[in-house]
Each structure stands twice: as C-alpha cells, then as structure tokens.
T-cell receptor
C-alpha cells in the first residue's frame, strides 16, 4: 500500500521569496507517479506538476519544480518567486502501477505574506 | 484543456432524501472517480469507474452508489442522505492508458453538500 506524508500543516512565506513544501512517500512498487495539486479556497483541485519514478530529471513547470530524491523517497515542491495568489492548500499524491486510485497526503496550507 | 464539471457547487438536502451528484468530463477519458474531502481526513475515494457500466468500490463506499451509463458522465447517488454525509465531494477523471502511474487525475470544482 502507498502512503504520503506531509509534515508541515502550515507554512508562511514572504511575497517574491521561494518556498519548499515537503512530501515523503512510501511504496513497494517500482513504477509510480508523484503529483502535486493546489486547492484554493474555492475548492477546486488544480494539477501543478508530475514526476515519474523513472524520470531522471527533476520536473519543472513554470515557477514550480519538484525536488525528487528517490533514495530518500521524497518529492518536495519548490515554488519560486511566491505570489499572493499562491496562498492555498497544497496536496502531494501518488499512484502506483497496480492501483487505479490516488493516495493523497494531508496537505500543507501555504500563506503568502505581502 | 481538460474540463470536468459538476452539477452543483452547493447543495442542501434533508436527512433521508435521495441525492444525485452529477459529473461530466469532455476529454473522452476512460476513468472517472468520486472522492469526499473532510477536514483532517483528506481526500478519500468512494467509487471509481474505468469503463461505461463498470464500477469499483473505493475506500469508503458505504451509503453511496454510482452510475455510469455514458462515458462522459459519472453520477454519485446517496440513497438516503444522512448528516454524516455532509462533506465536499470531488469528481475526477483520467485518460485510462493502462499506465496508471503516469496518469494525472483532473478534478471538477467540487460540490459542498450539507445534509440537515
């Protein structure tokens, strides 16, 4: 079974600074995918970035990058140049080769300060 | 862009009522999912479907049923709503290539259901 841990219930960051949101995972599968989602107060889950277990390069999508350390089983999200609109809940999730469903972490609430 | 829509953003129902939550996706995705989200418990999978008329139980199917008569539409049914079903309900879809670990799930805006 897969498990996701996000140890930071809440984080604060100053506008324009970078922030790292932690995610560790546990799985016995060799093939798996790691995902980050953003959930603003409106409720919609917005897909941000994906990292596959076989990807050798860290994934990047605009201001989002994923610091993937396979041996440590960590997949931290880095947001560069934070904006006020980045204030939201952030969820790390994973799925493995033998499962159809995602496993989500408990989430981290990020607050960007002006 | 993938678009997943849900029939209502907010819904208020009475205990014992039958409740239908509708979800439609416009990207010809094979897989569709229903989750509920509660504070402190995160997202939990209720049911999913990988084909028309096919369904699989998730982690918390009790008190719910689903229907998938057409590929683009996945309905969640609360046969007799109870107060402990007050929650945020999120629908999602994914392509369904068979390489599950590569598939992103795309979510709808969610339905906040209050059962009185």
């Amino acid at each position: 079974a897969q498990k996701i841990t996000q140890t930071q219930p809440g984080m604060f960051v100053q506008e324009k600074e970078a922030v790292t949101l932690d995610c560790t995972y546990d799985t016995s599968d060799q093939s798996y995918g790691l995902f980050w989602y953003k959930q603003p107060s409106s409720g919609e889950m917005i897909f941000l970035i994906y990292q596959g277990s076989y990807d050798e390069q860290n994934a990047t999508e605009g201001r989002y990058s994923l610091n993937f350390q396979k041996a440590r089983k960590s997949a931290n999200l880095v947001i560069s140049a934070s904006q006020l609109g980045d204030s939201a809940m952030y969820f790390c999730a994973m799925t493995a080769n033998y499962g159809q469903n995602f496993v989500f972490g408990p989430g981290t609430r990020l607050s960007v300060l002006p | 862009d993938v678009k997943v829509t849900q029939s209502s953003r907010y819904l208020v129902k009475r205990t014992g009522e039958k409740v239908f939550l509708e979800c439609v996706q416009d990207m010809d995705h094979e897989n569709m999912f229903w989750y509920r989200q509660d504070p402190g418990l995160g997202l939990r999978l209720i049911y999913f479907s990988y084909d028309v008329k096919m369904k699989e139980k998730g982690d918390i199917p009790e008190g719910y049923s689903v229907s998938r008569e057409k590929k683009e539409r996945f309905s969640l049914i609360l046969e007799s709503a109870s107060t402990n079903q007050t929650s945020m309900y999120l629908c999602a879809s994914s392509l369904g290539t068979g390489r599950v670990y590569q598939e992103t799930q795309y979510f709808g805006p969610g339905t906040r259901l209050l059962v009185l």
